[in-house]
């Protein structure tokens, strides 16, 4: 994903775009009561969710232990908004193989902008902020940086 934003940032330095930093919610808790054999189906269960509900041309990246990365280029924040919750509302349906099937995986979600030719890392660290709000109100949420 790195390589991707620094590429996107040189080849298109003003094309509009959000990230989105997605964190599975309570996922220590599924490592610690299910084991890392489970945690690691969540983690793929989830990963395949989202690439299914993505548009042609949005990159999703693992972005570290339990958190993913979503570059949506030519995209606002409304529309962001749209298309993170509708991947979010949507995980309530989700089953992941070999798992009790009342473990449902969620996740909360900081969506932030790209303003003008600002590095990436700053829009990052904006919706990584976005992020731990959405967690504070209670996870399984969105909000916008």
Not at 7 to 29: M, Y
Not at 68 to 78: H, I, K, Q, S
Not at 119 to 131: E, G, H, V, Y
Request: aromatic share 6%; charged share 25%.
């Amino acid at each position: 994903m790195h390589d991707v934003l620094a590429e996107e940032e040189r080849r298109l330095p003003a094309r509009p775009a959000c990230v989105v930093l997605l964190d599975i919610d309570f996922f220590k808790r599924i490592n610690d009561r299910l084991g890392h054999a489970a945690g690691d189906a969540v983690l793929r269960a989830v990963a395949q969710h989202l690439r299914t509900g993505l548009r042609p041309g949005d990159v999703l990246a693992r972005w570290g232990g339990e958190e993913f990365l979503v570059l949506l280029p030519d995209t606002g924040p409304d529309a962001a908004h749209a298309l993170v919750d509708y991947l979010r509302a949507s995980m309530a349906g989700l089953v992941v193989a070999g798992l009790d099937p009342a473990v449902r995986p969620s996740f909360s979600a900081g969506v932030a902008a790209r303003q003008g030719r600002e590095a990436f890392s700053d829009a990052i660290n904006r919706a990584d902020k976005a992020l731990y709000r959405a967690k504070a109100d209670g996870r399984n949420r969105i909000c916008v940086a």
